[in-house]
């Protein structure tokens, strides 16, 4: 039942969700702590001042190390790492299931699932500080991402990683957990349905979608200007046996073969006559025994006749 990625995917979000359920009932402080966290000024008034512009006082190291142990500042923090990590983990598997052999990347997949944490780690650390907010672009803009997306869709499990790391680090874990949830459902949705593979037909103001039998119909207008070297003719009182029969004994003694026609008699017998073209190696009364023996009881008799051309 795991080998199913549905299944997987939604014992997985299921037990997520029951698992935050009950530690926030087990203990409810920590819903205190990531609402404060959520509450606090993202940008100071002041350019050089801000709520975190000096996290450890150099004054008093007690008072630092203190703060760094102190449960309404710790524990946000690994509230939004964890989530940052638990809500992107599917999203790598989707990725993986979803992505073409010759198009997945191992080390993109990898990049996905550390980008989250690493964006929920930059939210705190220019939280209330419009001075490390600058000086942060600065850095991104001077270190760059040196790996290039050749991929539309590559780029958007990028920027969904990155949206989620900020919604993580921001404390907003609802939308973090339903935004994981919606892309993979839409992600699969889309991959399953192989969606725009074929591109629709306009005439005019209205849509038509090309049928099957006009997509195949250059495919057998091909076939049929190929010819056939010989016919073969089966009597026979079971007409569907003797195709399954003779069709298994056509498949390694001819190029191709198709069935032309099937007659029926009075007396209750038919002929199925079958196009065939026969491989240099294949001689008729090999052929003939074989079919002979393939439909033993329900064949009268066998008879190959070899032509020049014959169009199918």
């Known amino acids: 039942m795991l080998k199913n990625i549905v299944i997987r995917l939604l014992i997985y979000y299921a037990a997520w969700l029951l698992a935050l359920s009950g530690v926030f009932h087990l203990f409810p402080q920590i819903l205190q702590y990531v609402a404060q966290e ?30 760094l142990v102190d449960p309404a500042h710790t524990i946000p ?17 989707v990725y993986r299931w979803t992505r073409p052999r ?11 699932l550390v980008v989250p944490i690493s964006i929920a780690l930059v939210v705190f650390l220019v939280k209330g500080s419009l001075a490390l907010a600058f000086s942060l672009a600065g850095i991104v803009g001077a270190v760059r991402f040196r790996t290039s997306l050749d991929e539309p869709i590559d780029a958007v499990y990028m920027f969904m990683a990155i949206g989620i790391g900020l919604a993580s680090g921001t404390q907003l874990t609802t939308v973090a957990y339903l935004a994981s949830l919606t892309f993979v459902t839409i992600a699969l949705g889309v991959w399953k349905s192989n969606f725009g593979a074929q591109p629709a037909v306009i005439s005019g103001w209205r849509i038509a979608s090309p049928e099957k039998s006009d997509q195949a119909s250059p495919k057998k207008a091909v076939a049929a200007e190929k010819p056939y070297n010989a016919q073969v003719e089966v009597h026979t009182t079971k007409v ?23 007659i029926k008699n ?14 240099k190696s294949v001689d008729s ?28």
Do not use: C
């Open 38 to 67: 959520r509450e606090r000024i993202f940008i100071a008034k002041s350019v050089t001042t801000g709520a975190d512009a000096i996290p450890f006082p150099l004054g008093n190291i007690e008072q630092g190390v203190g703060r």
């Open 240 to 262: 569907e046996e003797v195709q399954k029969a003779t069709a298994s004994v056509l498949k390694s003694n001819t190029k191709r073969w198709q069935v032309a026609n099937v």
């Open 102 to 112: 010759k198009k997945y990347n191992q080390s993109f997949a990898q990049t996905l």
């Open 77 to 93: 923090v690994m509230v939004a790492l964890v989530l940052a990590f638990g809500v992107t983990l599917p999203i790598t598997w």
């Open 266 to 279: 009075a007396d209750g017998t038919a002929v199925v006559v079958f196009d065939v073209w026969l491989k």
């Open 285 to 312: 009364p090999s052929l003939v025994r074989d079919i002979e023996a393939n439909g033993k009881g329900h064949i009268s008799s066998v008879i190959v006749k070899k032509q020049d051309l014959v169009t199918a």
